[in-house]
């Protein structure tokens, strides 16, 4: 994504609304990488909405030229991080089990649960690497940047992760 | 399998995501605010006493004047080990090693299994455990290492996050043994708020690269300007004299958490993207004097917990020269 000029330095020199119209493109994508991460629309919104507020706070940091997407991308998978392990701190009660985290008005496909329960007890960054390069449909140049890895490594840690799904007695049963 | 398969498998596992339109809303309500929100890191536990003057006058004074001189020496000599200990060139492996060590870390911690703790949940205190191990583990290979003088400043704040961190986890237990789910609910609440400080700085640290003279300056100014411009921290930074007192020890509190939640993301900051060897000098400054604030906010914690006015108005002095040696280092940096 090319920032426009004078956008671009609006923003850096405190402009909120231009920083917003900056992102807003980026948006339904880093919302689609949270929802992809977290598993529910609430914690997404949530995380997005602090991803925003933490880029803005970094957005001195951002380099001109640079591309803005893996930038914030990577700011919204690390909320991630952070918003998956408050839960277990969580001080509001949810009643509800794991696995109704996720849309409950979505069809269900009975042969995609039990992937769906092994694709979330992988590690944060094998299902990161997954989720972006499956569910965004980045490219693994493009993952890789946002992971700030070489394409190779990105490569390889997918790839480590489909094996360890596919090695996952729950997703050969299915 | 092949990828195509795989993908489709996972999209379909994952399911449909529906954009909320008014998202973009909500971001700018919430940026447009932001400067007024508090910071949700206030250790219930140090907010609940009312401030009393309680100590002797002469005893508060003594102990002022030593926290004073013990912050004032430590400055100088951090300087000094600032100047001393930045390499011509950077230690490339121990650097790397070092940011390898907090990315296991940190994967081990997540990898641990959550969950809410109910207080009629007889699994809490297992998976409790679980993660105070990986806490205690991480908090161990930071002791054991020899940080590369980069991440000196941060090593030793993840290490304070931690072990606060660990002592919330182990107030959860106890309240989950005295059946008290509000309890377990405010120090779970508060031990999550200083595992994401340390997942800020962990990251920062793994993420750390150098800067150029263009991007570190708009960094140093940037990070000025919210340390020096932050709604929360104007009574602390503002004034002379230390307003919260009496009743007020909770605002007291918080208005310290703003202050150290600015003071520790400018440092995180400077190591995520450190300065070029043209600036080393002013970054060494302006690091030493980020430290003199961080240990200025510390003795005014302390004086809180003590009730010691005195201590509390020398650490507030302390915190006012310190951040005025900021601002000039900042303003030098350009």
């Known amino acids: 994504m090319i920032l426009a000029a004078p956008l671009f330095q609006e923003a850096l020199a405190g402009d909120q609304q231009a920083f917003v119209i900056l992102i807003e493109p980026l948006l339904p994508g880093a919302y689609r990488l949270a929802f992809g991460m977290l598993r529910s629309e609430s914690d997404a919104e949530d995380a997005v909405q602090e991803a925003a507020l933490k880029a803005w706070r970094a957005f001195g940091r951002f380099r001109r030229g640079s591309d803005l997407k893996p930038w914030l991308f990577t700011i919204v998978a690390n909320e991630c991080r952070s918003q998956r392990r408050s839960r277990w701190w969580s001080v509001i009660r949810r009643s509800e089990a794991p696995d109704d985290l996720v849309d409950a008005t979505a069809p269900i496909d009975p042969s995609s649960v039990d992937l769906r329960q092994a694709l979330y007890r992988l590690p944060h960054d094998q299902r990161l690497v997954l989720v972006l390069r499956f569910y965004l449909d980045m490219s693994y140049e493009q993952v890789a940047e946002t992971l700030r890895i070489s394409p190779k490594a990105a490569k390889s840690r997918a790839h480590r992760a489909m094996e360890r799904l596919r090695l996952s007695p729950e997703v050969l049963s299915s | ?334």
């Not at chain 2, 100590?55 to 926290?67: E, I, N, P």
């Open chain 2, 1 to 334: 399998m092949n990828e195509a398969q795989v993908g489709e498998r996972l999209r379909r596992a994952i399911g449909e995501a529906r954009y909320p339109a008014y998202l973009s809303t909500r971001i700018a309500a919430r940026l447009d605010h932001a400067a007024h929100e508090r910071h949700p890191r206030v250790a219930l536990g140090r907010t609940q006493n009312p401030w009393l003057a309680g100590v002797g006058r002469t005893v508060s004074l003594v102990a002022a004047l030593l926290v004073v001189l013990i912050m004032a020496s430590l400055v100088l000599g951090l300087h000094a080990w600032f100047m001393n200990t930045r390499p011509a060139v950077p230690d490339g492996l121990a650097i790397k090693q070092y940011q390898a060590l907090v990315r296991a870390d940190q994967q081990m911690l997540d990898s641990q299994p959550g969950g809410y703790c109910a207080i009629t949940d007889t699994g809490c205190p297992a998976v409790a455990a679980l993660n105070t191990a990986a806490m205690q583990r991480w908090l161990d290979d930071l002791d054991r290492s020899q940080p590369p003088a980069r991440f000196a400043v941060l090593d030793s704040l993840m290490r304070r996050h931690l072990a606060i961190a660990i002592s919330d986890q182990n107030a959860a237990m106890a309240a989950y043994r005295a059946r008290d789910q509000l309890g377990v609910n405010t120090a779970f609440g508060a031990g999550s708020k200083e595992l994401d400080t340390v997942d800020s700085q962990a990251q920062d640290i793994i993420t750390s690269s150098p800067g150029t003279i263009v991007t570190y300056r708009a960094e140093v100014r940037m990070d000025a300007a919210y340390l020096l411009g932050c709604y929360l921290c104007q009574p602390l930074l503002g004034d002379s004299q230390v307003s919260c007192q009496g009743s007020l020890t909770p605002a007291c509190a918080d208005e310290i958490a703003a202050v150290r939640l600015q003071v520790e993301t400018f440092q995180g900051d400077l190591v995520n993207l450190f300065a070029p060897d043209s600036l080393a000098a002013e970054d060494g400054r302006l690091q030493a004097d980020l430290v003199a604030a961080d240990l200025a906010l510390d003795a005014m914690e302390s004086a809180l917990s003590a009730r010691d006015q005195v201590a509390l108005q020398a650490g507030h002095n302390a915190l006012g020269q310190a951040i005025n040696r900021v601002a000039s280092d900042a303003a030098d940096i350009g």
